[in-house]
């Protein structure tokens, strides 16, 4: 007889030494806990123990803090966001149970969970926050502890259920963006659209433009589009892709021949659901910018293939005559730009006939390709026929990933399993380039070899060592 079990969440917390500065106050140091069924003696011995060890692990090191902690049945991770503020996760690990002489043995599967993973899977949880609520610090200075609490408890209680631990892998560690490559003249022809809408609405402060979910144009910072992709990606596009979950702007729909010939309609992701005067509407405050300010709303506006995101003041993200405006100028000028975007996608080159399982990623702008898609892969639509890697290759190709952190800037870690695949990962400089292959009586040259000549094959354009 034998049985298994999976990675689970725990607990997910908030706290801040800041707060309960004596013996009488100390439970105020706790901010947010989930799960919140859990006995308060409980919550407070789990922000104890971890105040305990940051304190030892400060000792040692002033510039580096705890970030994980092994136990035999558990791995908890701990990230501080902001001075005074601490986040910590912890996950049961997975184990399996078997019967031997009569007696039940279980063996804690520890190598199946990676904190590089789950560091960034905590990180994430920031970030997200973050971009819709601000500072932690921010929020305490305007409405103070209590204030932070509402806001952390409405914002969490919807988004920790969300996190997927089982299913974390390097496309999490990674948070990369996929890219669309373009000619000059049709970068050029979107740069101009977007130009000249922030040039008519003076309220536009920023713009993100984005084809087929991949990233064309961004005027936000890196760690800014970072988060706002990833919110894309995992909330906003997968409820687009679910039958009847957008209704266009048009009031009457052709049909027939003439709707295949009809231009499409565009509409609103993120905003009023309709231009009627009552509609409700549903754009979300965000926090970007250098310092994080107020008073910005987010408007996603899709056609076609084409989503235009705008960050918008507060004032007009409460006018219908902003939205009539707006949606006006996007139909007459995207119908143009998703057409050339689409012409190009249509000419691109097909994918070679020799599948290659690879995934590269380069650290300075952040930029991810796969040709593989995952349990937790997120963006756009992956290809028709494009392979599927478990969660076992996974694994391999995060062992890999975190090899490279003992490497110089160059280096190459080439691994076999023992169903004869093959892991090779390569390191230049900020670029990582993962590849798994199949190879059965193939030595290690031989791997490298053809690691090689599908590395030239797939990315003639970029050097690597």
Known sequence: WRSSSIEMLRSFFIYSPQFGVNEETEHEKLLYFYPADFDNDDKMNHVGLSEALVKYTLSFSKDRPIEALHTQKSRRVYFSPEPDFWMSMIIDLPFTQKIKDGKTITEYQEEDIHDHVLDALLKEAYRMYKLFN???AQTVARTGRGGLMQTLELFYNKYVPTIEVTNADLFDTFQGIHFLPLDKRVYLRVQSFLNLLEETFACVRYTVF???ECLVWSGLEQDDMRVLYRHLTSTVFPHLRSPAATTPLSATRPLGAAAAAAPPTGYFLVGPESLADDAPCNTQPVFVGGDAARDHHL???QLGGATC????????????LFYRDLAKFAQSHMEAVDAQLLDQVRRAPGAAQEVLRFIYFNQMNIAVKAGFTS????GPTPPAGLPFVGADVMRYMADTHADFASLASYGEVIMKLSNDYWVVGHKSEHREF???LLN???SIVDVHDEVRRQTMQQFSNIFFL
């Open 434 to 436: 993962l590849v798994v």
């Open 309 to 320: 995101c705008l960050i918008v003041d507060a004032a007009a993200a409460r006018n219908m």
């Open 299 to 301: 408007v996603v506006f």
């Open 440 to 442: 059965k009586h193939g």
């Open 375 to 378: 349990a937790s892969r997120r």
């Open 134 to 136: 601000g500072p932690f």
């Open 210 to 212: 984005l084809y087929q």
